[in-house]
């Protein structure tokens, strides 16, 4: 097994008590499950613990996590075996890929909610908050409704339409609601953290804790409302949503790597390829 202690101690020193395990292999099982959706694919963590990291320390993951889209199950693989299963019970029952799935689409609302309050444009915050329809309640068609991850569930969720009289309180409305999505959305999915005192090297210290790797994720995504900012990425094959983990950030974030010599983000080093491609011929 290998551990980061630099990593642990550093949490510490943020008060954060909490790292968490990647084990050898990654593998998909089909599973059966009840109702009419028959089997459904499970992450399955096998083998024994191969590295211990702290999450708090990895301001990357929600960016990362978000380009998790359905039907991509290498993406998936690919992603436990640099940061590990989402939840301590994947062990024994797996993570299924539909709630896995649900989570990473919850983030990119979050991300997605927060871009549009940042850039300042409640033109666009209001056509994205009408894009998201869904049925509720009463079985007809609402917005701004969606369907979300809320911990261990996949459900969907509504909330007020922005009210408004008059067009100066317009702008008003709209982002209220907006910040009413995110908070409820964020504040479900962290639920798992708590502020508890633990016995650390023969000594009591108040720290936060928490319970699954998916509970650091929306952490990561609520410390981004504190002054980090969402951008999208300079690769034009990607254009995704990211939050910038350093000043002058242009591109999705890298992958960790343990051994501490960090590489370029695929985007960044895709780029790099394409202007060169894009140059044109010496005579």
């Known amino acids: 097994m290998k551990m980061e202690p630099q990593e642990v101690n550093e949490a510490l020193g943020r008060g954060f008590y909490g790292v968490w ?38 301001p990357e993951l ?27 019970g994947a062990v024994v029952h797996g993570d299924p890929l539909p709630w896995i799935w649900a989570h990473a689409a919850t983030v990119r609302l979050c991300v997605q909610i927060t871009h549009h309050l940042q850039a300042d444009t409640v033109e666009g915050l209001d056509q994205y908050l009408r894009s998201l329809r869904g049925q509720w309640l009463d079985d007809r068609e609402y917005w701004p409704c969606t369907q979300v991850a809320k911990q261990g569930d996949i459900t969907t969720a509504g909330w007020p339409q922005p009210r408004y ?82 000043q002058g950030q242009q591109y999705c974030p890298a992958r960790w790597r343990q051994n501490g010599r960090q590489k370029d983000s695929p985007c960044a080093s895709g780029s790099r390829v394409q202007k060169h491609r894009s140059k044109p011929a010496h005579q």
């Open 165 to 246: 009289h008059t067009m100066q309180k317009r702008e008003h409305a709209i982002r209220h609601i907006a910040r009413l999505i995110r908070r409820d959305v964020i504040n479900w999915n962290i639920a798992g953290i708590h502020f508890v005192v633990q016995e650390i090297d023969g000594k009591d210290r108040s720290v936060f804790s928490c319970q699954s790797l998916i509970d650091m994720v929306y952490w990561h995504v609520a410390n981004a409302i504190n002054g980090q900012s969402v951008r999208r990425c300079a690769n034009q094959r990607c254009g995704a949503l990211f939050i910038q983990t350093r």
């Open 62 to 88: 929600p960016s990362l996590f978000a380009k998790l889209h359905p039907g991509d199950e290498q993406a998936v693989i690919n992603f436990a075996r640099v940061y590990g299963h989402l939840t301590p």
């Open 21 to 58: 395990h990647v084990l050898d292999t990654y593998e998909l099982a089909s599973l059966a499950g009840p109702g009419p959706e028959g089997t459904h694919r499970v992450l399955f963590p096998n083998g024994t613990i191969a590295k211990v990291y702290a999450p708090i320390l990895h």
